[in-house]
């Protein structure tokens, strides 16, 4: 019960976050005309909405796709680090100890540096590319650790994952070296912006999205059982070592599409699942869904704020992220514990 | 067999090879550094050889002092190896005439073709490789990584040339670089000439465009674009255009501040000027402004007013700059027209 209710109430505050942030923003568009607009796109629903060709496309073509896209990145954000902490065992494991970030964030760079000439789609391709190959290599690295040593698996895993984000990270400080006129463009990028923004972009990652997070839901119940030990999953015929490495292959995918759109976004992936546990309970059944909500509404109200705090100028999203979400975190903490007690 | 004893013959053969090592590198500095004069004594024969040239510098002028924001530099006699690790103080240098005199420009100088390009850099100087070219004078846009510092230990005297925030500030470099090369007449013919193209310009398209509005777009995703406060502004501001990014002039951002998308759209932009349309830049060219979702009811789109400027032109604030002016003399005149047409 308390369950479906906090799913309930993750989707509606994920709606509300959806409506004001469409309501709001540097263009100044008149409310009734912006849900005139709205009501108008209902199938059947005919309302002429007043507003200018130039409000409009700035309404369905900016305003609409950024929520849309921060919908959806929040969503894989959450989901990823929740299916991570799952994996791992570990509630502060989110992609940016496994090598995904750093490796986009190499990535990135090395599409600013030296793959500018090729266009502007380069950069979330090879953002998108980079977080998979840090992944990767973080596997392969945990995988030839844990063999070859006598320390159990997941905790060399995580391990490698460290050493090969510092790695890369190193290598990206390196190429940006190369190249110190484009350090505005790729600090811009490291901190994460969900400006510009487009449908195209969201159709993009729509197809990646929906397979990783379906086959993350669809292990919420093996992590469940994996969370009690390796030794009772293998008891419950349930072969550990395959659904970490699927988990974890669906989490990077989800954490790669997320990345393409918005760049690095930190903070998402550790606290919605915290407070979706807090709230909810530790079943992964509840905690990846109310994760994924959570953090869709969470990363639209940031944005919100990002894009009308100082308007018409804007406030990187993970300055805002941080800076909302730390204090509100410690606040879930306190207050749970309390309860708890 | 006792380790003790073994090692400590060891220790003192190490410590040995390490004191010869040191001094072996100290007599290396100071041969380096005496050797440093007569090698330059022979150039300065080579620069002495050239004087009947009309590019020589006039010796009368030294010692000079010029002002700069890092305090009085003196320049004892005119400069016979510039470096210069700035773009826009090599083109200041070789409009100036003194480009005879530059050993060395840093990777990002690439005007005028010819340049002596390295791989010195301006933003992360090495101090070593800039005194390996022996200079008599050093010109960059930043005292960054103790530059100033570090060459003044030297007795090299260095010029600050940061980017200009306005034309008066573009001028007085180009002055002040006249000043301390030794072409300070040849500087003053520059500028003149300069002034002369921009009012040419302005003359032509005219001073009072209050009713057209335009986006200076410095960086796409997020946008930065430039306010009236720069360089740009005031340059777009003498032919009386409106400059859409005016409403965040706020003093942290520099006169560079970040745009929200629906923002730019909003505000319906005639003009749109792209300085980050060079492939290593950005890439922005004029087609992928106009296909930018949510753009294509823009006055600038609709009327093809999307200018795409030379980027090193408008980032380098030196004797090109009429250049700049007369690209956006000819946005003006065409957006003037087009939007008396509609």
């Known amino acids: ?341 | 067999m006792n380790p003790l004893k073994h090692s400590a013959p060891v220790a003192v053969l190490a410590v040995s090879i390490a004191l010869a090592a040191l001094t072996a590198l100290t007599a290396c500095g100071s041969s380096a550094g005496s050797s440093a004069s007569p090698a330059s004594s022979a150039r300065s024969s080579v620069v002495v050889s050239a004087s009947a040239s009309t590019r020589a510098p006039s010796p009368g002028a030294f010692p000079i002092t010029v002002k700069t924001t890092t305090g009085l530099v003196t320049i004892s006699a005119a400069p016979k190896r510039i470096v210069s690790l700035s773009p826009t103080a090599t083109e200041d240098l070789y409009a100036d005439g003194a480009g005879p005199q530059v050993v060395a420009v840093d990777e990002t100088s690439d005007y005028p073709p010819g340049v002596p390009k390295t791989t010195l850099n301006g933003t992360s100087p090495n101090i070593e490789a800039i005194a390996g070219y022996d200079p008599s004078l050093v010109i960059a846009a930043e005292d960054t990584g103790g530059l100033v510092a570090g060459l003044k230990k030297l007795g090299v005297p260095v010029l600050i040339e940061p980017a200009a925030a306005t034309l008066a500030a573009a001028y007085a470099e180009i002055e002040q670089i006249g000043q301390a090369t030794g072409h300070a007449a040849q500087a003053d013919t520059v500028i003149t000439g300069m002034e002369a193209q921009i009012a040419a310009d302005l003359k032509k398209a005219g001073t009072t465009h209050s009713d057209l509005s335009y986006f200076w777009e410095v960086s796409a995703s997020p946008y930065y674009s430039a306010t009236s406060q720069t360089i740009f502004g005031e340059i777009a501001g003498m032919f009386g255009l409106k400059n859409i990014a005016d409403k965040v002039a706020t003093a942290a951002s520099g006169g560079y501040p970040e745009l929200t998308e629906e923002y730019i759209v909003a505000s319906k932009p005639q003009i749109i000027f792209l300085t980050d349309n060079d492939p290593g830049d950005g890439g922005q060219t004029p087609a992928i402004v106009a296909a930018r979702p949510g753009w294509a009811g823009l006055p600038a789109v609709k009327n093809h007013e999307i200018i795409a400027l030379n980027d090193d032109v408008a980032a380098r604030w030196g004797p090109r700059l009429p250049q700049l002016v007369a690209a956006i003399a000819a946005a003006v005149e065409s957006a003037s027209a087009a939007s008396a047409a509609s």
């Not at chain 1, 799952?86 to 090598?99: A, C, I, K, Y």
């Not at chain 1, 490495?245 to 990077?252: D, G, H, L, M, R």
């Not at chain 1, 759109?261 to 869904?289: D, E, T």
């Open chain 1, 1 to 341: 019960m308390r369950k479906a209710l906090a799913l309930g109430a993750a989707a509606v505050v994920l709606i509300a976050a959806a409506l004001i942030s469409a309501f709001v923003g540097a263009a100044d568009l008149n409310p009734v005309n912006v849900a005139a607009a709205l009501a108008g796109e209902i199938p059947f629903v005919h309302l002429s909405s007043g507003l200018s060709p130039i409000d409009h496309a700035v309404l369905f073509q900016i305003r609409l796709p950024r929520i849309v896209a921060g919908a959806l990145v929040g969503g894989l954000l959450a989901i990823t680090g929740a299916g991570y902490q799952g994996v791992f065992r570990n509630p502060l494991v989110d992609s940016g100890t496994l090598g995904a970030s750093a490796g986009a964030g190499l990535g990135a760079t090395i599409a600013i540096v030296y793959l500018g000439g090729l266009g502007p789609d380069v950069v979330p391709v090879a953002a998108f590319v980079g977080s998979l190959a840090g992944v990767g290599i973080a596997a392969l690295a945990g995988v030839i650790g844990s063999t070859r040593g006598i320390s159990n698996g997941t905790a060399t895993l995580l391990l490698a994952g460290i050493a090969v984000g510092l790695f890369l990270t190193a290598a990206q400080t390196l190429v940006l070296q190369q190249s110190t006129q484009v350090i505005q463009q790729v600090y811009e990028w490291l901190l994460g912006s969900l400006a510009g923004a487009s449908w195209a972009q969201v159709t993009e990652i729509l197809p990646y999205s929906a397979v990783s997070v379906t086959v993350i839901m669809l292990h919420a119940r093996y992590l469940d059982v994996l969370s009690v030990g390796d030794e009772e999953a293998r008891a419950l015929g349930i072969r550990p070592a395959v659904v970490r490495a699927t988990v974890i292959a669906a989490c990077a995918l989800a954490a790669a599409s997320a990345v393409a759109i918005s760049g690095l976004i930190g903070f998402v992936g550790i606290i919605v699942p915290h407070v979706a546990r807090r709230v909810a309970g530790p079943s992964y059944r509840v905690v990846l869904p109310l994760s994924m909500l959570g953090g869709a509404g969470f990363l639209v109200l940031a944005d919100t704020l990002a894009r009308t705090v100082v308007a018409p100028s804007e406030l990187p999203i993970g300055v805002v992220t941080a800076l909302i979400g730390a204090p509100a975190f410690i606040w879930v903490l306190r207050g749970t514990r309390a309860v708890a007690s």
